[in-house]
């Protein structure tokens, strides 16, 4: 989970990327896992609470990219709600300073 630039100019595009993956035990390491929704979320600095922004899919890769507009201090994580076979799970928070 990334997010950038920081810090970034009020009203300038942010771009957050990321990569969802899997226990592949077949090979015994981590593939990335395709085509599967996550959100994308953001936390208001000084606030608890967290709002999708958008849902982006993973490429054949597993790779997450995406673009915001930054207009506030804040938190932003992706968020992926899990399937049968595989759980949920929710990035850590990247941290962005708007200026």
């Known amino acids: 989970m990334n997010a950038g630039p920081e810090p970034i100019s009020r009203g300038k595009t942010l771009t957050v990327t990321g990569r969802l993956t899997r ?15 996550v959100r994308l979320q953001f936390r208001k600095a000084g606030t608890t ?21 930054a207009s506030e201090d804040g938190y932003w994580r992706w968020n992926f709600a899990g399937t049968s076979t595989t759980p949920a799970v929710k990035a850590t928070g990247d941290f962005v300073d708007v200026q």
């Open 23 to 37: 226990a592949d035990w077949d090979n015994l390491d981590y593939r990335g896992y395709t085509n599967q929704p």
């Open 49 to 69: 609470t967290y709002a999708t922004i958008k849902t982006v899919y993973t490429s054949s890769t597993g790779n997450l990219t995406t673009t915001a507009t």
